[in-house]
Each structure stands twice: as C-alpha cells, then as structure tokens.
C-alpha cells in the first residue's frame, strides 16, 4: 500500500511509519514530507492510497489541503486519514465532513488501531468514489442533450449565469447567440427522424469547429441551439463567428449518396447593452433570432428594441388568432368575380377578415402568422366550412350557378386530411365540387412537389377546379403549369400598374395572357382598380375580372343585394 504521512513533527512521523513497518502482515511504501505545499506536490507525482494528514501544522492546516484535494475530480482520488494531537469530537467531526474517511487522535494510535484505519479508509473511500461517480452520472445526465452530448437547456442557463456573473466583476460583455435551424422539420417529416439526427450530429460538428474552446455550447430543444461568447470587446467579434457558422452550416449534407440542404438562421444579444439577466438576454437573442427567420432565413440578426416590440405584437396576434377560432368570431367577406363578356357576377372569392374588435390586424399579419404556428387548419377547416354553408344558401335562394373560391395554404395542402374534410363538408352541404375552387400560390410547389402534387391530382380527379394566384409576381415558372393539374390561372394585381402604352409589364402581361389562352387555361385578372385596365383585359381577351373597379369584397349580405338586382332583371325581361 502507497501512503503518504505529512506531518510538521519529526518525532510523530517516525513513529508512525514504525507502527506501519513493524506490521509484517502488510508491505507498505512509505513517503514522508512535512507541510501541505510538499504533500500537494507528492500526489502530483505519485499516487497514494492513503495519506495520514496532520491536522495542525505551521504554514498551512491539514484540513486546507483536505478541502483542496476533495474540491478536485474523483475526489482527489486518495482515501484521508486525519490525525492530531487534540482529542476534542467537534474537531473530528469538521475532518469527517470536509471529506476524510477517518480521525485518529495521536494518542490512541496503536499499531493494530493504525492498521485497522487503513483498511477501514480505503474501503470507506472506494465505497465513497462509487457513490461520487453515480453522481457525475446521473448529474451528466441531467444536464447533457443524449444525441448531441451538449449541455441541455438547464444547465446551459445556470452556466450562463455563471458566465455572467464573471464578466460582471471583470467588466466585460458577454455575447448569446440563439440559433435556430431552417426548415429542418421538411427532413423529419419526408426522410424520418434518424436523419434528422444524423443531421443534427453533424451540425453540432460544424458548428464546434467555429468555436473556441472555452465558450458554451447547448442544445435547448429539437433543432434550438445556443452559444455564449465571453470577453466581448467588439461587437466584430460576433459577427466573425456567426458568419462562420453561417458559412459551415450552409454547406450541403450528404445521407446515403443523397445531397441534403439545410441552414441556419441566428439571433444575437449582448449583456450588459440588451439585458443584465440571464432570462431575459436568452428572450431577447430568441427575438432577433425570430427577426433572422422572417427576413429570410440563413442570416445574423442584432436584437433591437424595435424587435421586442414586433416580437410582442406576434405574441398577442397568436394568442388572439387562437382565442378567435374558438369562439369562431373570424368574418368571412366575399369579392365578386365577374365574367367579362357578360359582365354578370359568376363566383366570389371567400376571404378571410380579422373579428369586428378595437385592435385589428389585415390578413398580410395575421395569415403567415396562423401558418408559421400551425393555426392555420383550424382556421382553414372554419373557413371552409362557413364559405361552403353559405354557397349552399346561396344555391337554394337564388337557383344560381355560383363558383366559390377559397385560398388553400401550402401548410393545409401538406396534409391529406383536407381532402376528406372538403369532401365531407361538400357533402353536409350538398353542393358539387365543380362549384368549388380551390386557390394556391407557388409557394405550395417549393417544398414537398410529391406529396403536393398526389393531393392536388386528388383533389382535380374529384371534380375540384384548381387555381393558380398571383401568376406573374416573380415566382411563376411554366413548368408548374404543365406539372401540376392546374385548371384556372389569376394574373398577379401587378396590373395595376399597367397604365400607360410603354409599360414593359405590359407586354409582359400580353404575352402571358396569349400562352396562357394557348394552353386551354381560363384566365382571371384580379386587382383592376381603373378603366384603362379594364380596357386592357378586354383587349387580351381576359375571362373573367375581379378587383376594386367592380366592387370591393363584401359581407355575405351585400351579395344578397347583387344576387337580388340580378333577379329583378331576368324578371324583367
């Protein structure tokens, strides 16, 4: 057995070693040194398996160099045995619980007393380190994300507070990045979760390369991370290290032969300039991280105080959004379309408007917002179902062939549930799916075509009339014409900005409106708010109009009046 005696007393000391080489039942190796500075440096060198400590000696007590070595990993590593010259229990008790196995009074020390502590000490401390691994375990555990090994959304902010708190004294900035990955949830959703973990993997690795070592590192949940920079004494420095990020995340993923693109987009805060508390600092870099997201994603974001505001209007516009589909206080207006050869109205375009309450909100906010937090099919399913009761009414009191359009967002189309929900409430109603029209814009056709084009095949093979809006804005390829079962195509309200004979749009405009007579597509013009555009329709042949210069969407009602003035003169002739 390796021991280790530090012990001021020359006399004390060889005393010992002699009760512990007169025990011939045991072989010892024994190392003397006298004070806590010399006793530090043997164990450095050395491994011991146990160390008589002194308690009281001149530079330095025993118990310091005990509270020292139990403060380090696995405890030191080394069982302690206390002695002293004094027999006082409070005493012992204070060397038991800093951490040594045993306290022995010199005066009781016997050879047979001495041996027995050493066998009792060593076996006290493996039973010690047992139960202090456990511990690390379960502790490990507790704060480690299990795919990723990183800290975990706790222990990241109890480090975050430490980090803080250390900058505090020494008066540096402490900068938070909250990155969050784009359209990671299109990868587990289409190729399953094991790729998405193997993603998240090999982004943590991307990512690690761009740190230093001494910066925190965490997963906070699902495809959330962050990272704390410490010693900020440039806002440059940030942005150095989140453009790496950046730049290494955006590089393509390889799966199976298989070429995966994902990137990432990330929020910056600095304390003490955005906030002073751990808490809020992570609120504000999640707010410009959010900013990042709705700029395009793929980008750095500095939070700004602006932000906080926007981020607290979001809040509230979800929260209404989610308040007003339960007690189903949404409105629905309807816009006239109008068949322009004989001017007659032949459908109306349902469109979604915020309730009738002091704080309103235009569907440009409200709308993209229900998406992003999947409001959007509970939405979607009232509108549905309010648009096509009112059809139904509509079909019985005036005997009219009335077309119904409804907007279809690329979320509700990612679902195959929205076919059975059309077809059961068409049913309820007894209407005809040749009445309905359902409205998407391209952005449907970005992400999933597959699956998009399988529901949209569906739902034209069940009589459902397929419209493309917004053709023209900028996102429109031709090949989406021909891939997809597209029956009607509405030529983006750009025109309203057509007036006058050497517009460039304007050829634009004619050349689409000719291909698209072509190819058999009936065409709306939608946003004709002047008689010249009028004008212009009529000279392109256009089917059928919509827009301010016919009449403005309107409450259910006021179609009621046009329907009833339509009756009146077929009445009359």
Not at 325 to 334: A, D, M, P, V
Not at 472 to 483: P, Q, T, V
Request: charged letters at 25%; one cysteine or more.
């Amino acid at each position: 057995m390796n021991i280790l005696i530090v012990d001021d007393d020359l006399v004390d000391r060889k005393l010992i070693k002699k009760m512990l080489i007169s025990d011939g039942s045991h072989h010892h190796d024994i190392t003397e040194v006298t004070c806590v500075s010399e006793g530090l440096k043997a164990i450095e060198n050395k491994h011991f398996d146990i160390i008589l400590l002194d308690y009281n000696m001149p530079k330095e007590d025993g118990i310091e160099m005990l509270i020292e070595m139990r403060a380090k990993p696995k405890l030191g590593n080394t069982a302690i045995i206390m002695i002293s010259s004094s027999e006082n229990s409070a005493l012992a008790i204070e060397c038991i619980e800093a951490g040594a196995q045993d306290f022995l009074p010199k005066g009781d020390i016997t050879r047979d007393s001495l041996n027995k502590a050493l066998i009792y000490a060593k076996k006290r401390f493996e039973a010690e380190q047992r139960m202090h691994n456990s511990y690390l375990a379960v502790k490990h555990m507790a704060e480690r994300d299990q795919l990723t090994g990183l800290s975990n959304r706790y222990h990241f902010e109890e480090i975050l507070k430490v980090m803080i708190a250390n900058n505090k004294r020494a008066k540096n900035c402490v900068a938070l990045l909250a990155l969050d990955l784009d359209n990671f949830k299109n990868i587990n959703d289409t190729l399953g979760h094991s790729v998405g973990d193997e993603i998240l993997i090999q982004t943590v690795e991307r990512i690690h390369s761009c740190l230093r070592q001494n910066e925190g590192f965490a997963r906070l949940g699902g495809d959330e991370f962050a990272v704390i920079i410490g010693g900020i004494c440039n806002i440059n420095q940030i942005g150095m290290i989140a453009n790496r990020i950046l730049a290494e995340v955006s590089k393509p993923f390889l799966h199976e032969g298989r070429t995966l693109n994902c990137s990432v987009s990330i929020g910056s805060a600095l304390y003490p300039n955005d906030a002073t508390e751990s808490h809020e600092l992570l609120k504000c870099a999640d707010i410009a991280m959010y900013r990042s997201k709705q700029s395009g994603k793929s980008r750095i974001s500095f939070y700004k105080e602006q932000y906080q505001y926007e981020f607290s209007r979001r809040v509230d516009i979800q929260n209404s959004i989610k308040e007003h589909i339960e007690e189903k206080s949404f409105r629905l207006f309807y816009q006239p379309v109008y068949c322009s050869k004989t001017q007659m109205m032949t459908g109306v375009e349902a469109l979604v408007r915020w309730p009738n309450t002091t704080i309103h909100y235009t569907p440009d906010e409200f709308i993209p917002i229900a998406e992003e937090c999947r409001l959007i099919d509970p939405l979607g399913k009232w509108i549905i179902a309010s648009a096509l009761e009112q059809l139904s009414l509509w079909q019985q009191s005036y005997e009219t062939p009335l077309t119904l359009s409804i907007n279809i967002s690329p979320i509700q189309l990612q679902k195959k549930i929205l076919e059975t929900y059309l077809l059961e409430t068409i049913k309820t109603y007894n209407l005809k799916t040749s009445s309905i029209i359902l409205e998407i814009t391209e952005t449907a056709f970005m992400e999933n075509s597959k699956e998009v084009i399988e529901i949209l095949t569906s739902l034209s093979n069940k009589g459902f009339r397929i419209a493309l809006d917004d053709f023209g804005m900028g996102y429109s390829s031709i090949s989406h014409l021909i891939s997809y079962p597209i029956d009607i195509v509405k030529l983006d309200k750009s025109m309203q900005s057509l007036d006058g004979e050497n517009n460039k749009r304007l050829k634009i405009i004619e050349s689409l409106s000719l291909m698209l007579k072509k190819l058999d597509f009936s065409v709306v013009a939608e946003g004709i708010e002047t008689k010249a555009q009028h004008q212009l329709c009529k000279k392109l042949n256009i089917d059928y109009l919509q827009g301010f210069l016919f009449s403005k969407p309107m409450p259910a009602n006021e179609i009621n009046l046009i329907l009833d003035d339509y009756c009146k003169k077929i009445i009359l002739k």
